[in-house]
Each structure stands twice: as structure tokens, then as C-alpha cells.
């Protein structure tokens, strides 16, 4: 026989796959940082988490959960998380959401989360409207004229005493 066609000794060559093989990384050192009693899951895509609250001062303030529940939150259940660790309330009315500390773990679809929020601020917009016409019409004395109220504020650093 030819020694091309000789087999080779391949007893030494690794032939697991590649995909298998992990390197060890080299990772940071973890900074320790006290642990929030209010963590959560990630939300759903479309969606946004809040606590809201169940009780205060050990009253139940239904009245705020009712108001939340109408506004289109809905509460999150443990079972619906089963690979996140989270304090259940464990009876009562809300038995298997996650809660802790009086407070209510509940979703809200992103859409609501911003029509609510231009629906406050044209609120704000229209009080502050309401404020600077007030203080506006109560300037009815010449020597006291007070020009519409600017919004911004002005910081300035140093200047020289001459």
C-alpha cells in the first residue's frame, strides 16, 4: 500500500462540536447593591408595570384600586411569571397577584400610558394659562406693570465686580 493511504492515529484530535464548547469569560466584579423590595418582571411587549396601592396605613383603600382598575390596569399575577421570584399576597380579595408592602403589581397597555399622560399635561397647560390671565388682569396699576411671566430660568456664574 501507498503511505498516503496509510489511516493517521486521530485518537488524540477532540471531536466534540464546537457549539459545545464554551470559553470563560471574563466577567466584572459584581458591585453588591441592597435589593428593592419593589422589583418587578419585565412587562409584556405593548405594556407598562406599576405599583399601585392596596392599602394604607393598614387600611384597604379600595376606592384607589377600583379607580386604577377603571383607567384600564389590570393586576399581574405570580403564575403568569413562574420564573421570577416575587412576594404573592397569599389571601384575601387579590390572593396570587404580586404585591408587597401595600402595593399591587399591575399592567397598562403603552397607549393608554401616553394618552394619559397628554391628557395631564394639557391639563397643567391650561391651569398655568388660567394662573398667568389672573395674575395678568389683576395688573391694572400703572406703576406696578407686571409683563407676561417668562418660563425659563437663568443661571449665570461669576461676573465682575468693576
Known amino acids: 500500500m501507498s503511505d498516503w493511504l496509510e489511516e ?12 459545545t464548547q464554551t470559553r470563560e469569560k471574563q466577567s466584572r466584579t459584581l458591585e453588591w447593591k441592597p435589593p428593592s423590595s419593589l422589583d418587578a418582571p419585565e412587562a409584556p ?3 407598562k408595570h406599576r405599583w399601585i396601592r392596596e392599602e394604607i396605613a393598614g387600611q384597604m383603600d379600595a376606592k384607589n384600586i377600583a379607580a386604577r382598575l ?7 399575577r405570580a403564575d403568569e411569571y413562574p420564573d421570577f421570584q416575587a412576594p404573592v399576597v397569599e ?8 404585591g408587597v408592602g401595600g402595593l399591587l403589581l399591575a399592567r397598562i397597555p403603552e397607549e393608554l400610558v401616553t394618552q394619559r399622560q397628554a391628557y395631564y399635561k394639557s391639563r397643567v397647560e391650561g391651569q398655568m394659562e388660567a394662573v398667568d390671565n389672573d ?3 389683576e395688573n391694572q396699576h400703572s406703576s406696578m406693570r407686571i409683563s ?7 443661571v449665570s456664574f461669576g461676573g465682575g465686580r468693576g
Do not use: C, H, W
Not at 8 to 19: G, K, L, M, Q, Y
Not at 91 to 98: D, F, H, Q
Not at 148 to 154: A, G, I, N, V, Y
Open 91 to 98: 389571601s384575601g380579595r387579590y390572593e396570587g397577584v404580586i
Open 8 to 19: 493517521e492515529d486521530n485518537s488524540a484530535i477532540d471531536r466534540t462540536p464546537r457549539a
Open 148 to 154: 407676561k411671566p417668562e418660563r425659563q430660568s437663568r
Open 45 to 47: 411587549a405593548g405594556f
Open 70 to 76: 377603571r383607567e384600564g390596569f389590570e393586576l399581574v
Open 135 to 137: 395674575m395678568l388682569r
